[in-house]
């Protein structure tokens, strides 16, 4: 049973360009979310996937976009990187109708902006 | 909205001591209580979760945490611990039912042999 797995694992890009990393959810999930970890900090909540739409969106600019598509993958994109966009981005899985709050997180995408 | 704070950033111990690592939340609502741990360059792990019922929960790798509502706080603790529990721990509440989790700062526990 595969876990959530996400693409690629390290990326370095400069200020200005876009960027889009991928997400496989754990087999039998239907929910993805998307997290934003940045050095020596919690996970900051960026999105969340359900049914192809976004769900729910946490406080991040229009430059953070996502897709969900109907195997449920996900892509993240970042348009008009900054600096500040250099961080671990992690993808969860979860089961809509377990309703326990539990996600499955992959190993993320560190992203290094220059 | 909720908030998490984790009262120490860092703990030292030395391997075979007991462990505390202190969570505070903030809600005006019900919430799930979570503990996560991110070993380096990898993702988070679930130690253990409240989600109702009894205010002591047992979690993998000998990991436990009691849920106190008067004092919103959900503290981790572990009677012994090993050197490969050497990572960050990242307490998480979510707003009951959606399941966005709202982290902690995380607290660095590093164990000397």
Do not use: M
């Not at chain 2, 996560?36 to 253990?48: A, S, T």
């Amino acid at each position: 049973d595969a876990g959530v797995t996400q693409s690629p694992t390290h990326l370095i890009k400069t200020r200005g360009q876009q960027v889009t990393l991928r997400c496989s959810p754990k087999s039998g999930h239907d929910t993805v979310s998307w997290y934003q970890q940045a050095l020596g900090q919690g996970p900051q909540f960026i999105f969340q996937y359900y049914e192809e739409e976004e769900r729910q969106r946490g406080n991040f600019p229009d430059r953070f976009s996502g897709h969900q598509f109907p195997n449920y993958s996900s892509e993240l994109n970042v348009n008009a990187l900054l600096l500040g966009d250099s961080a671990l981005y992690l993808c969860a899985s979860s089961l809509v109708i377990a309703n326990t709050g539990e996600l499955f997180f992959g190993e993320g995408s560190r992203l290094t902006v220059l | 909205a909720q908030s998490v704070t984790q009262l120490d950033s860092q703990v030292p111990v030395f391997e075979e001591a007991p462990v505390e690592l202190r969570c505070n939340y903030s809600s005006s609502v019900s919430v799930y209580l979570f503990w996560y741990v991110q070993y380096p360059n990898q993702g988070l792990q679930l130690l253990l979760k409240y989600l109702s019922g009894s205010t002591l929960v047992k979690g993998i790798n000998g990991f436990e945490a009691e849920f106190n509502k008067s004092q919103t706080s959900f503290h981790l603790r572990k009677p012994s611990v090993h050197i490969s529990d050497t990572a960050e721990y990242f307490c998480a509440v979510s707003e009951i039912p959606t399941d966005k989790l709202i982290f902690g700062t995380g607290t660095r526990l590093q164990v000397f042999p």
